[in-house]
């Protein structure tokens, strides 16, 4: 054995070990739900496509919305990737920002590393948090490792670097080898460093082993204490890996299914099921009614909820149990079209018709503690549950108050449940009694939310 391999193997020993002691028991899981960073709390997500926010697309124009933002309500900016693209292989003429050349540079095409930093300045100024996108799970194929390190990469038997699904512009990652683990967590130390960003996303965060995500958090906590870690996966172990939060991919794809049509409203109660049943108890989930995947692949939302279809899953993503929620660039216009995932496709800023519907439903979320991530949540019955959802949340005596028709038909229900009191209409913008027993009347997706 060689003496690389003798460190290899040592070096492996010893982040086994670190797994398994930091490694959550059934009786510490509250813990490792619990540990988040306060300011998320009642806060939310954006995520920026700088390529295509703006006609420069670069970090300089897109300041200009920074205020904008600020207003609507938003405090979580998400950027996609801003490492530079490999242009080998490279999807159609720009690529895709998750074909990373090298972990620890600007892309040219958004300008360069001062820009960067002034960027995240300002919006720290304006009290926004800044987490970049993070590809752990492969790089570009001309990233600068594969001749500084080829042994950092995974090899088909004919020798060759291997690649996932239709991924041909990316390269595995070998996460056998221990060395690639500190030299992703140098290149993650130096984005916190270096440019003073408050965290990640973690792009296919569930391909990458547990015990790497262990190592690794526990090291940028060392950096940055208050790290806010959001996971691209749908999985239980990623919280007890130490990420704050993760996807709600099984609840958006409920999502789609009732607003298409092909299921009633009970099908939502599945991916709370799943939550309590899988997920450590009061897991933090991202929900949303489009990203930059749904929206270039899958035409979200201008086609998964259409029209007036999109308001009730917009308050659901917001409201409901354990959620983060995210918007996606372009939401608040509303931009009705795919954004290119590897060509220069500017989003058209200039009504901004659902600002305002998002600025009543972030401001909610920042002044009542109900609809924080740890508050309570209780549904309630309607006379009709297959087309109307309903429930309510509470915490610290606040209440908040949900009721959604998810259907393409006017609804008018009674609904039971200790609600009783008076409560701000919060789209209304008056003030009700409210019963047990009340009926209510619904447009077809129509929506009511009260705060007391």
Same mark, same amino acid.
């Given at each position: 054995?060689?003496?690389?391999?003798?460190?290899?193997?040592?070096?492996?020993?010893?982040?086994?070990?670190?797994?398994?002691?930091?490694?959550?028991?059934?009786?510490?899981?509250?813990?490792?739900?619990?540990?988040?960073?306060?300011?998320?709390?009642?806060?939310?997500?954006?995520?920026?496509?700088?390529?295509?926010?703006?006609?420069?697309?670069?970090?300089?124009?897109?300041?200009?919305?920074?205020?904008?933002?600020?207003?609507?309500?938003?405090?979580?900016?998400?950027?996609?990737?801003?490492?530079?693209?490999?242009?080998?292989?490279?999807?159609?003429?720009?690529?895709?920002?998750?074909?990373?050349?090298?972990?620890?540079?600007?892309?040219?095409?958004?300008?360069?590393?001062?820009?960067?930093?002034?960027?995240?300045?300002?919006?720290?100024?304006?009290?926004?948090?800044?987490?970049?996108?993070?590809?752990?799970?492969?790089?570009?194929?001309?990233?600068?490792?594969?001749?500084?390190?080829?042994?950092?990469?995974?090899?088909?038997?004919?020798?060759?670097l291997a690649y996932a699904f239709d991924w041909s512009d990316t390269r595995d990652l070998n996460f056998e080898n221990p060395?690639?683990?500190?030299?992703?967590?140098?290149?993650?130390?130096?984005?916190?460093?270096?440019?003073?960003?408050?965290?990640?996303?973690?792009?296919?965060?569930g391909e990458v082993p547990r015990s790497f995500w262990q190592h690794c958090i526990a090291e940028l906590k060392k950096v940055?204490?208050?790290?806010?870690?959001?996971?691209?996966?749908?999985?239980?172990?990623?919280?007890?890996?130490?990420?704050?939060?993760?996807?709600?991919?099984?609840?958006?794809?409920?999502?789609?299914?009732?607003?298409?049509?092909?299921?009633?409203?009970?099908?939502?109660?599945?991916?709370?099921?799943?939550?309590?049943?899988?997920?450590?108890?009061?897991? &933090? #989930?991202?929900? %949303?009614?489009?990203?930059? +995947?749904?929206?270039?692949?899958? @035409?979200?939302?201008?086609? /998964?909820?259409?029209?007036?279809?999109?308001?009730?899953?917009?308050?659901?993503?917001?409201?409901?149990?354990?959620?983060?929620?995210?918007?996606?660039?372009?939401?608040?216009?509303?931009?009705?079209?795919?954004?290119?995932?590897?060509?220069?496709?500017?989003?058209?800023?200039?009504?901004?018709?659902?600002?305002?519907?998002?600025?009543?439903?972030?401001?909610?979320?920042?002044?009542?503690?109900?609809?924080?991530?740890?508050?309570?949540?209780?549904?309630?019955?309607?006379?009709?549950?297959?087309?109307?959802?309903?429930?309510?949340?509470?915490?610290?005596?606040?209440?908040?108050?949900?009721?959604?028709?998810?259907?393409?038909?006017?609804?008018?229900?009674? &609904? #039971?449940?200790? %609600?009783?009191?008076?409560? +701000?209409?919060?789209?209304?913008? @008056?003030?009700?009694?409210? /019963?047990?027993?009340?009926?209510?009347?619904?447009?077809?997706?129509?929506?009511?939310?009260?705060?007391?």
């Amino acid at each position: 054995m060689t003496i690389q391999k003798l460190l290899y193997a040592a070096t492996a020993l010893s982040l086994m070990w670190s797994s398994c002691k930091e490694m959550p028991n059934a009786e510490n899981k509250q813990d490792a739900a619990g540990n988040f960073p306060a300011y998320i709390a009642q806060s939310n997500i954006y995520e920026v496509n700088v390529r295509q926010y703006t006609p420069e697309g670069t970090f300089k124009a897109f300041e200009a919305h920074l205020p904008r933002l600020k207003e609507m309500g938003v405090e979580i900016l998400w950027f996609m990737p801003i490492t530079p693209i490999s242009e080998v292989d490279r999807k159609g003429k720009l690529g895709s920002y998750y074909a990373v050349q090298d972990y620890t540079a600007v892309n040219p095409e958004f300008g360069t590393l001062e820009d960067w930093k002034n960027l995240v300045n300002k919006a720290h100024e304006l009290g926004f948090k800044v987490i970049t996108d993070w590809v752990a799970n492969h790089t570009g194929a001309d990233n600068r490792w594969i001749k500084s390190n080829p042994d950092f990469f995974v090899k088909k038997a004919d020798g060759t670097l291997a690649y996932a699904f239709d991924w041909s512009d990316t390269r595995d990652l070998n996460f056998e080898n221990p060395l690639l683990h500190d030299s992703m967590i140098n290149a993650m130390k130096y984005w916190l460093t270096e440019t003073k960003i408050d965290g990640f996303r973690c792009d296919v965060a569930g391909e990458v082993p547990r015990s790497f995500w262990q190592h690794c958090i526990a090291e940028l906590k060392k950096v940055k204490p208050d790290i806010f870690m959001l996971a691209e996966a749908d999985v239980a172990w990623i919280h007890d890996a130490g990420f704050n939060a993760s996807y709600g991919w099984d609840g958006f794809a409920k999502m789609k299914k009732v607003a298409r049509g092909e299921a009633s409203a009970k099908l939502l109660d599945t991916s709370l099921m799943k939550l309590e049943e899988t997920f450590v108890p009061g897991a &933090i #989930k991202m929900y %949303f009614t489009s990203n930059h +995947d749904e929206n270039s692949w899958n @035409k979200a939302d201008y086609e /998964t909820m259409p029209g007036a279809v999109h308001a009730p899953f917009a308050v659901l993503s917001q409201t409901w149990k354990n959620t983060l929620p995210l918007i996606y660039s372009g939401q608040e216009e509303p931009f009705l079209d795919s954004i290119s995932f590897f060509y220069k496709d500017t989003i058209t800023f200039a009504k901004f018709e659902r600002s305002a519907f998002y600025k009543t439903l972030l401001g909610l979320r920042k002044s009542n503690p109900a609809l924080a991530v740890d508050a309570a949540y209780k549904k309630l019955v309607s006379s009709n549950d297959d087309a109307v959802y309903a429930y309510i949340r509470e915490k610290n005596g606040r209440k908040v108050l949900v009721v959604l028709n998810l259907s393409a038909n006017p609804q008018t229900v009674t &609904i #039971k449940g200790e %609600f009783s009191g008076e409560a +701000d209409n919060v789209f209304g913008g @008056k003030k009700e009694k409210l /019963t047990d027993g009340q009926q209510f009347a619904l447009a077809p997706w129509g929506y009511a939310v009260y705060s007391y």
